[in-house]
T-cell receptor, first 115, second 110 residues
Framework: GAGVSQTPSNKVTEKGKYVELRCDPISGHTALYWYRQSLGQGPEFLIYFQGTGAADDSGLPNDRFFAVRPEGSVSTLKIQRTERGDSAVYLC?????????????FGEGSRLTVL | QKEVEQNSGPLSVPEGAIASLNCTYSDRGSQSFFWYRQYSGKSPELIMF????GDKEDGRFTAQLNKASQYVSLLIRDSQPSDSATYLC??????????FGQGTILTVHP
């Protein structure tokens, strides 16, 4: 497709379970970002990939959160031992390069609900 | 103090009026500023960016930047119901990482 694709669009899980959220960026985009957006808040930065490597993971809240991008395209955000406070919309965004253009192309997000 | 703060809103204006959205930032070294629009249940999309002090106009939208006051604003002229959305102010850091404000909900009523 032409845009950033995220799956699943909705995920309901129980506290303590493991979840994976997938992001397929726009073809050719080398920069990939994960953000988290809680209700009534702006997106909060989690992690940035340039190619295969995580260039900045300073936004990951704790070691339960981990993300990979093994081939420099699709990325997976992994959350272990989920907690109710992890409930949010997880947004993935990509951009053509690491130039400071500020234009990120966002996917529609994965809404995570932890019961 | 949060890095990026927006006027709390929500903001309600009549159709045809000017909507004024405001944002302050804490890092005096910030160079580039962005306004994103987010419709309910949708993802954010870029509508304006500004690098230099002063005004930048694009159609019905004008972004204003005052680096001395660390203040950015977005004016929407001739507001339309289709402008009803959450407006997110953002500043850019290293690697193109954006830091967003909490957003201001704008409602334009007919």
């Amino acid at each position: 497709g032409a845009g950033v694709s995220q799956t699943p669009s909705n995920k309901v899980t129980e506290k303590g379970k493991y979840v994976e959220l997938r992001c397929d960026p726009i073809s050719g985009h080398t920069a990939l970002y994960w953000y988290r957006q809680s209700l009534g808040q702006g997106p909060e930065f989690l992690i940035y990939f340039q190619g295969t490597g995580a260039a900045d993971d300073s936004g990951l809240p704790n070691d339960r959160f981990f993300a990979v991008r093994p081939e420099g395209s699709v990325s997976t955000l992994k959350i272990q031992r989920t907690e109710r406070g992890d409930s949010a919309v997880y947004l993935c965004a990509s951009s053509p390069s690491r130039d400071d253009t500020g234009e990120l192309f966002f996917g529609e997000g994965s809404r995570l609900t932890v019961l | 103090q949060k890095e990026v703060e927006q006027n709390s809103g929500p903001l309600s204006v009549p159709e045809g009026a000017i909507a004024s959205l405001n944002c302050t930032y804490s890092d005096r070294g910030s160079q580039s500023f962005f306004w994103y629009r987010q419709y309910s249940g949708k993802s954010p999309e870029l509508i304006m960016f500004i690098y230099s002090n002063g005004d930048k106009e694009d159609g019905r939208f004008t972004a204003q930047l005052n680096k001395a006051s660390q203040y950015v604003s977005l004016l929407i002229r001739d507001s339309q119901p289709s402008d009803s959305a959450t407006y997110l102010c953002a500043v850019i850091g290293g690697y193109g990482k954006l830091t967003f404000g909490q957003g201001t909900i704008l409602t334009v009523h007919p």
